[in-house]
């Protein structure tokens, strides 16, 4: 099966595109990636996602950077700015 694996960084995103064997779960992805995830939150399509989760047909399985900001407090600084 074709999937895809995204890596977002803060110059912008890195992908690369697998053919799984069926049955290939979100870990499978991940490492045959090639990309660090250990220490990364990771997600299909936008929702977090268990490692042993398992990949249908044109999956986009995404790790997640860390927040720089929350984005309520971010929020809060650019009303203060604007004031």
Do not use: C, N, W
């Not at 960084?9 to 991940?30: C, E, I, K, N, W």
């Not at 939150?41 to 399985?61: S, W, Y």
């Amino acid at each position: 099966m074709k999937i895809e694996v995204v890596y977002a960084l803060p110059q912008g995103a890195r992908g690369v595109s697998l053919d799984l064997p069926a049955g290939a779960t979100l870990r499978d992805a991940l490492e045959a990636s090639g990309f660090e995830f250990e220490k990364h939150p990771v997600g299909i399509f936008g929702r977090r996602a268990a490692l042993d989760h398992p990949l249908a047909e044109g999956d986009r399985v995404e790790i997640y950077r860390p927040l720089a900001v929350d984005p309520k407090e971010a929020r809060r600084r650019r009303a203060v700015r604007k004031r």
